[in-house]
């Protein structure tokens, strides 16, 4: 499969080279049971990047961003998470991921506040009470996918749209710097889209770095600073 890249129309230098890269990957093959998927990967995303990363359904998105985390395999070449190779990168609190489904969530006797709070748990650390620097995290989070209000329903009783968002507001509120988001947008209606959209932009604003899985940009262009195509070869620019 081939990966290719062109800037967004809008495109944003990113606040790059105050850091290294976030991920970097050279000639890397992800795949399940030892066969690939995706191979020839090379990509380079650096502090501050919003990188949409698109292509037909079965294309290999979800693989791709699944290997960065470790949930499918690395069958070749390199994939760095700041600067560390993946095999050796132990500090997942800096990551946030968003998976494409969920089937547990709508299960879980808990309440939206408490389904968000366990995202911040990596940054209370096991000792730490929950402080009102936690507390704001969470609020800010809901308020980032406009469920504020929210926070006392059981999340079995939210919609699919509405749990998807609790999903993103879990992640927003261990403050990563890198947030990884396989279809976020899927069953969420325009209005929030926009919403998701205003977190997104004060995130990269701050530095974050964001990888967005989707099928169509839509309200998240004017915060896409690069797009990738995985397993399109024409109309694309070669990366
Ligand atoms: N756990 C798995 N084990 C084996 N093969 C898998 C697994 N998950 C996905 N695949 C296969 O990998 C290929 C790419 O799937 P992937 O989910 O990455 O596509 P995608 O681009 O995310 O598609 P979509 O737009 O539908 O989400 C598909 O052929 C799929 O069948
Ligand atoms: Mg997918």
């Not at 299960?107 to 402080?131: A, H, M, N, Q, Y």
């Not at 009102?132 to 209000?149: F, N, S």
């Amino acid at each position: 499969m081939l990966l290719t890249s062109r800037p967004a129309a809008r495109s944003t230098a990113p606040p790059a080279a105050r850091a290294g890269a976030v991920l970097e990957l050279r000639g890397a093959a992800f795949g399940y049971r030892r066969r690939p998927v995706l191979s020839g990967v090379d990509l380079t995303v650096q502090p501050g990047e919003v990188l949409a990363v698109r292509g037909p359904n079965g294309a290999g998105k979800s693989t791709l961003v699944r290997g960065l985390l470790g949930s499918s395999e690395v069958l070749a070449g390199e994939v760095r998470l700041f600067g560390e190779p993946r095999a050796r990168f132990r500090d997942w609190q800096r990551v946030g991921y968003v998976p494409q489904r969920s089937t547990v969530v709508g299960s879980v006797p808990v309440t939206v506040r408490e389904l968000v709070s366990s995202g911040r748990l990596s940054r209370v650390g096991p000792w730490r009470r929950f402080g009102e620097a936690d507390h704001c995290a969470v609020d800010c989070a809901l308020e980032g996918v406009g469920l504020a209000g929210f926070d006392r329903r059981p999340v079995a009783e939210l919609s699919g749209g509405q749990q998807r968002r609790a999903l993103v507001a879990r992640a927003l509120a261990g403050d990563p710097e890198l947030l990884v988001l396989d279809e976020p947008t899927a069953g969420v209606d325009a209005g929030n889209q926009r919403v998701l959209a205003a977190t997104l932009a004060g995130l990269a604003a701050t530095g974050t770095t964001v990888v967005v899985v989707v099928h169509e940009v839509g309200p998240l262009a004017p915060v896409v600073t690069r797009t990738v195509a995985v397993g399109r070869t024409a109309g694309d620019e070669g990366c």
